[in-house]
Each structure stands twice: as C-alpha cells, then as structure tokens.
C-alpha cells in the first residue's frame, strides 16, 4: 500500500513538473504571455496509439507571425461569432467561436516528429507560410522537407517536418471556449472549417 501511495505521489509530481517546464521556451517573446496550457488532443494524430495523451497548447496563442498578410475582405471579420466545424483538437467541433484575426498565405498540414522526443505527429492542422523557416513567398510543394518555426506545442519549433498538404484559403485565429477553457488567438482555422454562427 505505501509503495502505491509513493509511486501515485511521484507520478503526479513528476506530471506536474512536465506541465511547467512545457510553459516555459526561454523566449523573449514568452515573457508576455500566459504560461497556461491547456492538454486538449489535437491538431494532428500521433503514429502511437489513439490514447497516448494530449499535446499541450497555450491558452493564448500570441499575435500572429510577423510578416502574415491580413486579409482585405474576408467572409468572417474580426469580431465576428461564428461556429467551428474543424475537429483537429478535442471539443472544437460544433464550439462557438469569435474571429480574432484572418490573413492572406498559404496554409499547410504537416507531419513531424517533435524536437522533445516521442511520437511523430501525422497531418497536424496548421502552419501558415510564415511559420516555416526560409518558406519565401511560393507555395511550398506536396512532400517537400521544411524545418518549422512555429511554437502551437512544445517540441514544434525547429522541428523537421514534411508537407502533407497545403490550401490558399482565408486563415483564422479564433478565441473559443472548450470544456471550460477559454483559448485565444487559436492558430489556425481554415475558411472551411467554420460556419456562420446559428
């Protein structure tokens, strides 16, 4: 019994040691935002089992990426209440969101295996052009090899990763709420992963 009561005790240490170090990059531009995270799964499937755990994702996603080009006249401005139909994260699809940004770029999902270790994460939904290290202005090929620049979990940024797919869609962020947490500037939402708001 008192083994058992040890190993649950080091176990939830240890969770939470995990949960705080994924809050912290050493980046400048962490500074200002929340260290909050929220385990919701998503944004892609692991190459391990369906069960294998959620990827962490800050509450607030943090401005867009410098150089992303706003979109002049998109179908949902900024501010308006929409519903999302995408389902790269749990409880995301059927949530009423709020448009919190939309841009002009090339969209893609990719495969990759997180700079932290573990499963590779297949499909993941999404990194915009100014995400990727040395992208340029073109669309980035089908199967091409990149090395990503974005920060939506841990392990992401610096990580080799392979184009699975790409659109020239409207891209959102969006601030929702799931299950109790509120996210903000949620990094990305495609044009046809959302809906009027009913």
Not at 15 to 30: E, H, I, M, P
Not at 111 to 126: I, Q, R, S
Not at 149 to 163: F, L, N, S, V
Request: hydrophobic share 30%; net charge negative; glycine share 14%.
């Amino acid at each position: 019994m008192r083994k058992r009561l040890m190993t649950t005790v080091a176990a939830g240490v240890l969770g939470g040691a995990l949960v705080l170090s994924g809050c912290s990059t050493g980046g400048d531009q962490d500074q200002a935002t929340p260290s909050s995270t929220s385990q919701h799964e998503g944004h892609g499937s692991s190459g391990g089992s369906s069960d294998s755990g959620g990827m962490e994702h800050p509450m607030d996603g943090g401005p867009a990426p410098e150089g992303i080009e706003k979109a002049a006249s998109p179908k949902y401005p900024v501010g308006t209440e929409v519903t999302l139909t995408a389902d790269h994260m749990e409880g995301m699809d059927g949530a009423p969101a709020t448009i919190a940004g939309a841009f002009d770029t090339y969209t893609y999902a990719v495969n990759f295996t997180p700079t932290t270790g573990g499963d590779p994460v297949k499909d993941h939904k999404w990194v915009v052009q100014e995400e990727i290290e040395d992208a340029g202005d073109q669309r980035i090929a089908d199967g091409t090899e990149v090395t990503l620049e974005a920060e939506h979990m841990e392990g992401m940024k610096g990580a080799k990763a392979t184009i699975a797919s790409s659109t020239d869609e409207t891209v959102y962020m969006v601030d929702y709420e799931s299950d109790g947490m509120t996210m903000t500037n949620h990094k990305w939402v495609v044009e046809s992963e959302i809906k009027p708001a009913s």
